[in-house]
């Protein structure tokens, strides 16, 4: 990678990360701020991924407004402004997307429905979860902080590992730059983070963090190659240029949307263990 570009991304990344953790210490108002803008950016860049798709032909239009309209119920119930009923307007949403294949009169209803629908799963429920768990915090160090600090960990260490001591491939048919090597160093000082947190930061959660990178770091990864194989699939290097040097907001959230969820349920169990 030239210098240059290299020097670009750490900019950019500072400036992301800066924005990101400071808007979870500042106060739950400012991180669903931040983060409601990051969600309805990384929905329209999902959905732009297909935009020239042979096959798929989704209404981003549709697909926005629902998954908005989902996110604002969701976080009402979190910040207890909405009655516990109104989940079950949840289902007949998700019915209503399917409505509009009637009318479309497209040649690939269920593909359209399908993508349609994962859309909505894969970017607006791991940004909700993320809210709602900082809604809950009572560490000293939130724990949403903690997670994305593991999993930038993870993405920075095996980077650098898989630079110096990088030389079997990973997953070769959906990220040839990444290694087994490089993953084995992002996951060993992803580790010693969780261990540091839990132990020097927020005393006598050492279990809880330790357990936490366990989990975090292979769903990183995991989160990276998904949105790897999305993109190699449909022939696209980026899905968006909003980040320079990083390229969309899913380029820059792929390891956290797939973390987010497996980290909620761990710190669920932990919380009423």
Known sequence: MPLGNLALRSITGAIFGAVVIGSILWHPYAQMAVFSVFMVIGLAEFYRLFKNHPVVQVSSEIGIFIGCFIYVLLIGLSLANLPIIV????????????????WAKKEHPLINISVLVFGI?????????????????????????GMFLLIWT??????????????????????????????VGGVIFTLILG?????????????????????????????????????RSLNIKDSGTILPGHGGILDRFDAAL???????????IYLFW
């Open 121 to 145: 799963i894969y970017v607006v429920i791991p940004f909700y979860l993320s809210i709602d768990l900082s809604l809950r915090n009572t560490s000293y160090l939130p724990h949403v902080v």
């Open 87 to 102: 989940i079950t307007i949840l289902f007949p949403l998700f019915f209503t997307l399917i409505l509009n294949e009637l």
């Open 195 to 231: 261990y540091i947190i839990g132990t020097y930061i927020n005393e006598g959660e050492t279990l809880f963090w330790v357990v936490s990178a366990i989990i975090i770091a292979p769903c990183a990864i995991f989160g990276d190659l998904l949105e790897s194989l999305f993109k």
């Open 154 to 183: 993870n993405d920075s260490f095996a980077y650098f590992s898989g630079r110096l001591f990088g030389k079997h491939k990973l997953f070769e048919r959906i990220s040839p730059k990444k290694t087994w090597e490089g993953t």
């Open 258 to 268: 797939f973390a987010i969820p497996f980290f909620y349920c761990w710190s669920m």
